[in-house]
């Protein structure tokens, strides 16, 4: 079956910009994280969503925002854009259930200039 | 609360040598365990898994048990090869009220050399 799908795969955006970009989970997958990776950093948890609710969250500013659609499909937006904001955007399907496997799309490389 | 500590990288070895990326949690409970693996450019693949106490997760060559008394989950494998660089995660999912929050270590990155 097809893996998790990130669009997209890079993007260059200019500070104060906002930037929206899309993950597609497995299919029958209702769990959805995003995960912000930089060099500094490591990875670090934004939030999961399940059937549509966020029902976590990291400890990111108001700026970072997401959603879920009910085919499951995220969206993850962030305004106002800093120069900190550039990294790599990763993205994780799971059923929701016990033992949290997680699969990871390939991630949204993203750069602020 | 919850975490997970690696060892800190990088860490390099030549080929066919033993590898070890100690890895020790914190948890409340009785969590799952993982390691994950992100080769450059890509995102992260689950690696391997243990449920509980005891249990010895293995796939490709690599193995590492889950030992509650030390609350530990070392990643090892007897002898590495260059396509196994990489960055390597342990990973915790333990059940929070109804759903399992997933934390995830700093990472190990790996440099294999011929």
């Known amino acids: 079956k097809a893996g998790v799908t990130q669009t997209p795969r890079y993007l260059i955006k200019t500070r104060g910009q906002q930037v929206t970009l899309s993950c597609s989970p497995i299919?029958?997958?209702?769990?959805v994280s995003w995960y912000q990776q930089t060099p500094g950093q490591g990875l670090q948890f934004l939030f999961e969503y399940f059937s549509e609710t966020q029902r976590n969250k990291g400890n990111f500013p108001g700026r970072f925002s997401g959603r879920q659609f009910s085919n499951s499909r995220s969206e993850m937006n962030v305004s106002t854009l800093e120069l900190g904001d550039s990294a790599l955007y990763l993205c994780?399907?799971?059923?929701?259930?016990?033992?949290?496997?997680?699969?990871f799309g390939q991630g949204t490389r993203l750069t602020v200039v | 609360g919850n975490s997970v500590t690696q060892m800190e990288g990088p860490v390099t070895l030549s080929e066919e040598a033993f590898l070890t990326i100690n890895c020790t949690y914190t948890?409340?409970?009785?969590?799952?365990l993982f390691w994950y693996v992100q080769y450059p450019g890509e995102g992260l693949q689950l690696l391997l898994k243990a449920t509980k106490a005891d249990d010895k997760g293995s796939n490709k060559g690599f193995e590492a048990t889950y030992r509650k008394e030390t609350t530990s989950f070392h990643l090892e494998k007897g002898s590495v090869q260059v396509s196994d660089s990489a960055v390597y995660f342990c990973a915790l999912s333990e059940r929070e009220t109804s759903y399992d929050k997933v934390i995830f270590g700093p990472g190990t990155s790996l440099s294999v050399i011929p």
């Open positions: 994780a399907s799971s059923l929701g259930g016990v033992q949290g496997e997680a699969f």
């Open positions: 299919s029958g997958h209702r769990s």
């Open positions: 948890a409340t409970g009785y969590p799952s």
